[in-house]
């Protein structure tokens, strides 16, 4: 068992939405469904929770109801291999209403916060010389969606 868990809250779409995130990663599954029962004031064919695994990563979707807003305080940060793990998620996180946020950040169709993130990034905004991590950091400031070949370009100083 997993010692610390997310948990994720819904009105009424934990189960959706469990199902959706299984489907973008590889290594997920949904482990366990407990549904409501009369004495919750709730329809007994909805999940009130869903235990599932991204990426062997253990969480929970509850259906709490009632208004609940995200923030970007707390996000699901994904490190991605490659840019084409980045284009994946981002365009599939985004599908059906969600909302692109800056420096790779987005909510999802839920209100959900997300990073998309490229791993190698973490190596073009951290490294020793200062003034390429300034220019990939300023490329990096003005994008959406992180694109690595950009900050590559800014970080050695190219430009068109």
Same mark, same amino acid.
């Given at each position: ?75 699901? %940060? *994904? ?6 793990? /980045?284009? @994946?998620?981002?365009? !599939?996180? #985004? ?28 190596? %073009? *905004? ?6 390429? /991590?300034? @220019?990939?950091?300023? !490329?990096? #400031? ?19």
């Amino acid at each position: 068992m997993q010692k610390i868990v997310t948990n994720l809250w819904y009105d009424t779409q934990a189960e959706e939405a469990a199902e959706f995130y299984c489907s973008l990663f590889a290594d997920s599954k949904i482990t366990h469904v407990q549904y409501h029962t009369e004495a919750t004031n709730r329809p007994t064919d909805l999940a009130i929770t869903v235990d599932f695994e991204l990426n062997g990563q253990q969480f929970t979707a509850i259906n709490g109801g009632g208004d609940y807003n995200y923030t970007h305080a707390m996000s699901l %940060l *994904v490190n991605c291999e490659s840019q084409d793990e /980045v284009d @994946r998620l981002w365009e !599939a996180l #985004l599908a059906d209403g969600g909302k692109e946020i800056e420096c790779g950040w987005l909510n999802d169709k839920y209100g959900v916060p997300w990073q998309i993130w490229p791993a190698e990034a973490t190596e %073009l *905004v951290t490294g020793d010389d200062r003034e390429a /991590v300034n @220019r990939a950091m300023q !490329a990096m #400031l003005g994008m959406r969606k992180i694109v690595l070949q950009q900050m590559r370009d800014a970080y050695h100083g190219k430009t068109d």
